[in-house]
């Protein structure tokens, strides 16, 4: 009744289960009293007035009409009153523990190959006989996730039943992305493949501590291989949270158990293979395929490159060495012009039970002419002399060098003055002469050589015929002597001047101290880590972090800000100035010609360790990036640029548009429409305008593998498209072993740590908190019901109907 | 708290180390044994710029520990070593007779062992100086050693061309190819000739002689085969005899000219690359870390005259040779 009662008056339904104590009060007691004091009165003079007044109506009927008006009044005056109830409960909140399951491609894999004694210790904790044969070949094949399950399945009781009457359990499962499950219940639908062919194991904690917030946290397990391929580190997620680190104020320490052998399997992977992007037709490039292997020591094998058809291209034989990194270099012949898909395949050996780690697909693009490219130096300084090596053995390069600093040597000795003629009529005089060249990179470069006229001719030839331009800083001329000239209107970012001493400290050859930031270190950008210039692997993540972590640089240009319309790639991070950050690269559209801006001389840095690999990847891909012409990029007809043209799913592609209406004039609208189609998919996608007529740009986000057209109609109908590939990234197999140095490191991190799988069962010890018993109270008004409304309008009716019936007015 | 401080270097490394890239635990040794020798090379400096050496005031010991500083990426005019290197630069060029010869205040056997040397640093150094100064510098010292080239192609102990034996040739070949780097001027009939001396100097079991028709040694072997790579003689045989002599040496600082020899031996390795490479690195790098003293410098053994009352010579070559590892040094790009 009490229930029916408070269900009634709209007290909710879960609260009236446990309700312990009820407590009927009045908001306004004293209105209540004074309302029945006058209501004896007022309940004297009804009665007294019906009596004389309806002398002719019965008794029974009078007394009928006498309750229904009192009670009508006494419901009014309770109403006045304000009539609540108080209920009291007991809620036992318990803390939450966010259970983490990876379900990605590698833990398909299996978890053994176990030690004897292991293989024990794993058999009876995952509900399997030790003694039995059966069962111990069963577990040496079976999947690691299939492990995971069985444990659960075996351990309800001792585990599962024990956390539950502690732990309010969130379950999760991640690739890839992450799905909300229950522990110990094995999900029938299986992952499609592009959701597991990755690890995400930082935003299933992310998503496991947002979902938990406001509430305390005894902690996250997470039953992983250890090999996260995606997304932020998850280290991150605790960092974040002051006080979080490695303290044992941590409101969530994470056990992580390792799932499968201690022991790596016998397997040899293909790790990296490392191509130079874009070769020429006619050249031969060199793949560095690096390979690592466990248990094969001193075995032969082949490492072979083959084309699209499976032909073999090129064989080397390699030795392994165990646990030791290796690299083949193999050789391509670029035959075919366009974009040429290659193999890199190491040959499996017999005993090998993941082989899909094997091989790597690549994509060379071969240039069918090669670029004829303008470097103009001021003087041999480190970058010139590294790059200057570099583009004359790319072979997809046409490059003429003028060295500013060696005219003059040459100029004082008499039998080379025809050489030094020779050299400065290299440096073209007008426009036509610069748009001979597809790029001209210019470097620290005096205005007595280029000088206001030379600059006039150059930023023509890039906003009329699409010359590409490429300005890196120098500390003695490269921007800030050309601040007030018609290079710096075409530059990405503004140009500052050298000021003060610096300024008036004009040296004998003409150089001014450059304003610099020193020392820093350069942050890639999130726009910077997919752009085609910084492009090392699909995954930006994996770019921003190779390049985010070169050495401290000790010179940067002064640069101002990015120009509107400008993409900025890089900047500097500065941590004597309080990590502030400027602009270190920058790229723009002047006219029909693209601007690369890098405003440091010191890209050598990035040969440390490494060699030329990472130095020559940029540049190489830089002044293919910026190089055009006016064929490609007309101002009468509308274009297209997608980049990159390769990526993984959920990664973002950018897309450039110029636009023309029916009279071939840019169309100047804020935002314009395209779509995109593939995969039995048709999206809509926004670009807006950069500040420059007909010229918009936009990103997309595919997260479908397949091959997808990106349509644009413009006004005169004509349609210009381009075209995007979304593959899988094939991490996930890569390195098939456990990797428990980064999961302990991991649990370490975030104040738990890291616990094999035979110790599961001691979880709820290591786990803390406990459920916590509170009294919380609810207030509900009892008026404002339709119960009462219900009452109001019985009485009000009884009334009108008894008058009715006898006849009254 | 300690434990995880110790940890979460090593985890980062984990979770961002890439196939690309070296093993960063090794290549934090390396740094670590690297930075250790400069900072004592750095106290070692004289207030004038120069180091101390059994020869006394020698520039072929102020360029190896200028090409020290160099190697690790400390250039001229900035960073942590910046007055180090400029000072080294500075007394260098003051050095320089009318000549252009860098001429030591006390030479050893004759000056173009030591000129040869701070030619290849003064070059290198010029990358970070930009001014007419520093350039007319290295131009004449360049043409000094152009100028030096005896008939045969080599060069000998003094700046005239007269004679010639492999050890002094092999450092101007080093100094020549630098200067090509930085576009000085250098005629292509000089690097003709010396090619063809150093080819003389092979012996044809493997090795290079000291002069033609000797026997192989060790320290110029090494030498020789970097200054074929250098002049693009990559698939020369003599190369490939010399890099198998090399494979079969008892390595230690037993060899003659030990630290000469390690130099040398990492760059040709280096410049060979592939299985050659892989084989050797391992040994001169293990057996550098493994015999630093504490104080960041390394022992002269049977080169203790060239050290005198520091060990800036030993130091200074061992550091250049982990330093291959870093590739920051224009002349010995591959």
């Known amino acids: 009744m009490k229930q029916w009662l408070l269900k009634s008056i709209g007290v909710g339904g879960d609260i009236t289960s446990r309700v312990d104590d009820l407590q009927w009060m009045l908001a306004r007691p004293m209105a209540a009293w004074i309302g029945l004091a006058l209501l004896v009165p007022v309940t004297w003079f009804i009665i007294r007035r019906h009596r004389r007044n309806l002398p002719h109506v019965g008794a029974a009927a009078r007394w009928v009409l006498n309750f229904c008006r009192v009670a009508v009044l006494l419901l009014l005056v309770m109403v006045l009153a304000g009539p609540y109830v108080r209920i009291e409960e007991q809620v036992t909140r318990k803390p939450v523990l966010a259970v983490l399951v990876d379900e990605s491609l590698s833990m398909t894999l299996p978890a053994g190959p176990f030690e004897a004694d292991e293989l024990a210790a794993v058999a009876r904790a995952s509900g399997f006989d030790p003694t039995n044969a059966d069962h111990r070949t069963k577990l040496q094949s079976m999947s690691r996730l299939m492990l995971v399950d069985a444990a659960m399945t075996a351990s309800r009781e001792k585990l599962i039943t024990p956390l539950e009457e502690r732990f309010d359990i969130q379950a999760y499962r991640f690739a890839r992305r992450s799905r909300v499950t229950e522990l110990g219940r094995t999900l029938d639908a299986p992952l499609e493949s592009s959701d597991a062919d990755e690890s995400n194991l930082g935003d299933a904690i992310g998503k496991a501590l947002d979902e938990s917030a406001g509430r305390v946290m005894a902690g996250m397990v997470v039953f992983t291989d250890g090999r996260w391929t995606t997304g932020a580190d998850p280290v991150s997620h605790f960092q974040r949270i002051p006080g979080m680190v490695g303290g044992d104020a941590s409101p969530a320490p994470l056990w992580a158990v390792p799932v499968g052998a201690v022991n790596a399997m016998a397997d040899v992977a293909l790790l990296d293979a490392l191509t130079p992007g874009r070769v020429a037709q006619g050249d031969s490039a060199t793949i560095i395929a690096t390979i690592d292997s466990q248990g094969f020591d001193k075995r032969p094998t082949k490492v072979k490159l083959l084309d699209s058809a499976g032909q073999v291209l090129d064989t080397l034989d390699l030795t392994l060495a165990s646990a030791q990194r290796q690299q083949a270099h193999l050789k391509f012949e670029a035959v075919t012009a366009g974009p040429t898909m290659l193999t890199v395949r190491v040959e499996p050996l017999g005993e090998e039970q993941v082989t899909a780690n094997n091989e790597m697909t690549v994509m060379i693009d071969v240039d069918p002419e090669r670029l004829r490219v303008l470097y103009v130096e001021g003087w041999p300084r480190w970058d010139f002399r590294f790059l200057d090596h570099a583009i004359r053995r790319d072979k997809g390069l046409e490059t003429t060098i003028v060295m500013e600093a060696a005219l003059g040597d040459l100029v004082k000795k008499p039998d080379d003055a025809q050489a030094a003629a020779a050299q400065a009529a290299l440096l073209p005089q007008d426009a036509a002469g610069f748009a001979q060249y597809k790029v001209v990179v210019l470097g620290d470069v005096s205005p007595a050589l280029l000088t206001p006229r030379i600059q006039r001719q150059l930023a023509m030839a890039v906003e009329e015929e699409g010359l590409g331009l490429i300005v890196q800083a120098g500390s003695r001329h490269m921007p800030h002597r050309f601040a007030d000239g018609p290079l710096a209107d075409i530059l990405p970012v503004h140009v500052q001047p050298p000021a003060g001493a610096a300024a008036a400290d004009v040296n004998a050859d003409g150089g001014a101290l450059a304003p610099a930031y020193a020392p820093f270190q350069m942050n890639v950008t999130a726009t910077g880590a997919i752009h085609p210039i910084f492009r090392l692997y699909d995954a930006p993540e994996r770019n921003r972090q190779i390049w985010s972590r070169m050495p401290t640089y000790y010179w940067a240009n002064h640069g101002g800000e990015v120009r509107k319309g400008a993409t900025l790639l890089a900047q500097t991070v500065s941590r004597s100035e309080g990590d502030a950050r400027h602009p270190l690269m920058a790229v723009q559209f002047a006219g029909r010609g693209r601007v690369l801006y890098i405003g440091t001389d010191s890209t050598y840095r990035w040969r440390r360790n490494i060699g030329s690999h990472l130095f020559y990847r940029f540049w190489g891909q830089a002044i293919r990036f910026v190089s055009g012409s006016a064929e490609s990029r007309g101002g009468e007809s509308s274009w297209m640029e997608v980049y990159p043209t390769r990526v993984e799913p959920g990664e973002q592609v950018t897309i450039e548009l110029y636009a023309v209406n029916r009279d071939s004039e840019p169309i100047d609208v804020p935002e314009v429409q395209l779509k995109a189609s593939g995969n039995d998919m048709v999206d809509t996608v926004s670009l807006m305008n950069v500040g420059q007529p007909g010229r918009f740009k936009g990103m997309w986000k595919p997260m479908e593998l397949g091959q997808y057209s990106l349509a644009y109609i413009d006004g005169r109908g004509k349609s210009v498209t381009g075209t995007v590939q979304v593959a899988g990234s094939n991490r996930e197999l890569r390195r098939p072993d456990v990797d428990r140095d980064v999961l302990a490191a991991l649990g370490e991190a975030s104040g738990g740590g890291m616990i094999e799988f035979d110790q599961i069962h001691q979880l709820p010890k290591l786990l803390k908190g406990e459920p916590r018993t509170e009294t919380t109270s609810h207030e509900a008004e009892i008026w404002d019901n339709w119960l009462v409304l219900l009452l109001l309008v019985t009485l009000y009716c009884m009334d009108v109907g008894v008058r009715r019936v006898m006849g009254l007015n | ?334």
Request: aromatic share 10%; hydrophobic share 40%.
């Open chain 2, 1 to 334: 708290m300690v434990l995880l401080c110790a940890a979460l270097p090593v985890l980062a490394q984990d979770m961002t180390g890439d196939p690309l890239l070296p093993d960063p635990r090794e290549m934090t040794r390396i740094e670590t044994s690297v930075d250790r020798a400069l900072e004592y090379l750095a106290q070692q400096q004289r207030p004038d710029g120069s180091w101390p050496s059994g020869i006394g005031n020698n520039n072929g010991i102020n360029g190896i520990c200028l090409l020290a500083f160099l190697g690790r990426g400390h250039v001229p005019g900035r960073g942590p070593y910046q007055p180090t290197v400029d000072k080294a630069v500075n007394f260098i060029l003051t050095t320089q007779n009318d000549k252009g010869l860098y001429r030591s205040v006390n030479a050893s056997h004759g000056p173009m062992y030591e000129h040869a040397l701070a030619t290849l640093a003064m070059i290198e150094a010029y990358g970070g100086i930009p001014n007419a100064v520093m350039r007319q510098s290295v131009q004449k010292a360049v043409d000094l050693i152009v100028n030096s080239q005896a008939p045969l192609g080599g060069w000998r102990y003094q700046p005239a061309p007269n004679d010639a034996d492999l050890s002094v040739t092999v450092m101007q070949i080093v100094a020549l190819r630098a200067a090509m780097n930085a576009r000085l001027h250098v005629p292509e009939a000089t690097i003709e000739r010396a090619l063809r001396y150093v080819r003389a100097c092979a012996v044809p079991t493997g090795g290079f002689a000291y002069q033609p028709g000797g026997g192989p040694g060790e320290a110029r072997s090494a030498a020789g085969i970097l200054s074929m790579q250098l002049l693009g003689a990559f698939d020369d045989p003599a190369v490939t005899n010399g890099i198998d002599y090399l494979s079969k040496i008892n390595f230690g600082h037993g060899v003659g000219h030990f630290f000469y020899m390690a130099y040398y031996g990492m760059q040709a390795h280096f410049q060979a690359g592939g299985d050659s490479w892989a084989r050797w690195h391992p040994r001169t790098r293990d057996f550098l870390l493994n015999n630093q003293n504490d104080d960041g410098s390394w022992p002269g053994w049977s080169e203790q005259k060239f050290n005198g009352p520091a060990n800036c010579y030993s130091t200074a070559f061992a550091a250049m040779s982990l330093e291959v590892y870093m590739h920051y040094l224009p002349a010995y790009q591959r």
